[in-house]
């Protein structure tokens, strides 16, 4: 297991383009977390999944952000009519139901940049 | 949201120890207290973790008040490799962390 990939790492889009990131987690995690952070700050909770239920999402999900996890796998973040507020780093995490003790894995993020 | 409290920034020189503090006067009984460090362009990396006692592993050291309203986080041998931004976090079990902002390490050669 190589740990939790996120796809891509690096993304330009337009502003009013649609974008969407993929994630996928340690595998037999059964929980997944979505954050975005912004330069010189810290990651901020957008939402997480216990297998394919969405359990929690945060008020910075707005009705353009939408976050899915079919199968309990992988999961997908999409972004409609993008602006350049969503400009940030998309960070993805998994974690087993009972924490471990090396706590939760992180991916290496997807940065975004909305021009 | 769990509250936690760090200086912005720190210094250490190479090969020195480094003691990074966070202060958390609001944390229930059940929080644990996580830290975890961000390298340049890379995800959050786990660090350590407690709930009342002392903990050290490979990476390094938790020293927690006897009150647990603070905590400490001890690089024995600061190296280079070790700049990055370093977060507190407290967990209540079963939920998702919340970031703050970090210490930024910066560490002199």
């Known amino acids: 297991d190589t740990g939790v990939s996120q796809d891509p790492r690096h993304k330009i889009t337009k502003r009013g383009q649609n974008v969407t990131f993929r994630c996928d987690p340690i595998?037999?995690?059964?929980?997944l977390y979505w954050y975005r952070q912004t330069l010189g700050q810290g990651p901020e909770f957008l939402t997480y999944?216990?297998?394919?239920?969405?359990?929690?999402k945060s008020r910075l999900l707005s009705d353009r952000f939408s976050a899915e996890r079919p199968k309990g796998s992988f999961s997908t973040l999409e972004i409609q009519r993008t602006e350049q507020g969503d400009s940030a780093m998309y960070l993805c995490?998994?974690?087993?139901?009972?924490?471990?003790?090396?706590?939760?894995?992180f991916g290496s993020g997807t940065r975004l940049t909305v021009v | 949201d769990a509250k936690t409290t760090q200086p912005n920034s720190m210094e250490s020189n190479e090969e020195e120890p480094v003691h990074l503090p966070c202060n958390h006067s609001?944390?229930?009984?059940?929080?644990?207290i996580h830290w975890y460090r961000q390298l340049p362009s890379q995800g959050p990396e786990y660090v350590i973790h407690?709930?009342?006692s002392n903990v050290n592993n490979r990476m390094a050291s938790l020293a927690i008040a006897e009150d647990r309203k603070s905590s400490t986080l001890i690089l024995h041998r600061a190296t280079l490799r070790d700049a990055a931004v370093y977060y507190c976090?407290?967990?209540?079990?079963?939920?998702?962390?919340?970031f703050g902002t970090g210490t930024s390490l910066t560490v002199i050669p």
């Open positions: 995490a998994s974690s087993p139901l009972r924490l471990p003790t090396y706590g939760y894995t």
């Open positions: 595998s037999e995690h059964n929980r």
């Open positions: 999944f216990q297998n394919e239920a969405q359990l929690e």
């Open positions: 609001t944390i229930s009984g059940t929080d644990y």
């Open positions: 407690g709930l009342t």
């Open positions: 976090i407290l967990l209540p079990t079963g939920n998702q962390f919340y």
